[in-house]
């Protein structure tokens, strides 16, 4: 399976770089998302999570009214293109301890992908197998 099929009804929110940390938390609590790309001229530059607001922003007491969230994001995060398989979104998560990566073509956004988008596909699957199992099972003549 590729990324690109978790994105097709995909809404894509985003940040731009000049937008303070309250404005762009406001905005992951108003789509219960836990991290935003950042943006500068359309361009992806950036990825700001739950992780950046609590090690960047809330521990170093900086005030989110009045800081970018251009100073608090991760710059240049790891990406992945739409046609990249599922099983390198998921390596890359597990190597590397993400649990969001942004999806690219270049620096241009086409979405971003979670674990939790993931780990749901997988269950999907895996229900899936076990219901054509036990049609099979139902299916075949008990042996006499």
């Given at each position: 399976m590729l990324?690109?099929?978790?994105?097709?009804?995909q809404v894509v929110i985003s940040a731009e770089v000049d937008q303070s940390v309250l404005e762009v938390v406001r905005l992951m609590v108003a789509h219960n998302i836990g991290a935003v790309p950042v943006l500068r001229g359309g361009q992806a530059v950036g990825i700001f999570s739950?992780?950046?607001?609590?090690?960047?922003?809330?521990?170093?007491?900086k005030d989110a009214s009045r800081t970018a969230v251009s100073?608090?994001?991760?710059?240049?995060?790891?990406?992945?293109?739409?046609n990249d398989s599922l099983e390198?979104?998921?390596?890359?998560?597990?190597?590397?301890g993400f649990r969001h990566?942004?999806?690219?073509?270049?620096?241009?956004?086409?979405?971003?992908?979670?674990?939790?988008d993931v780990l749901l596909r997988n269950l999907d699957e895996k229900d899936d197998e076990v219901r054509m199992m036990r049609a099979y099972l139902h299916s075949t003549p008990d042996a006499g």
């Amino acid at each position: 399976m590729l990324i690109s099929d978790l994105l097709r009804n995909q809404v894509v929110i985003s940040a731009e770089v000049d937008q303070s940390v309250l404005e762009v938390v406001r905005l992951m609590v108003a789509h219960n998302i836990g991290a935003v790309p950042v943006l500068r001229g359309g361009q992806a530059v950036g990825i700001f999570s739950e992780r950046d607001l609590m090690t960047r922003v809330v521990v170093e007491g900086k005030d989110a009214s009045r800081t970018a969230v251009s100073q608090v994001m991760t710059e240049d995060p790891l990406s992945v293109a739409p046609n990249d398989s599922l099983e390198t979104c998921m390596t890359l998560m597990k190597r590397h301890g993400f649990r969001h990566l942004l999806v690219c073509t270049g620096r241009e956004l086409r979405g971003v992908i979670s674990l939790r988008d993931v780990l749901l596909r997988n269950l999907d699957e895996k229900d899936d197998e076990v219901r054509m199992m036990r049609a099979y099972l139902h299916s075949t003549p008990d042996a006499g």
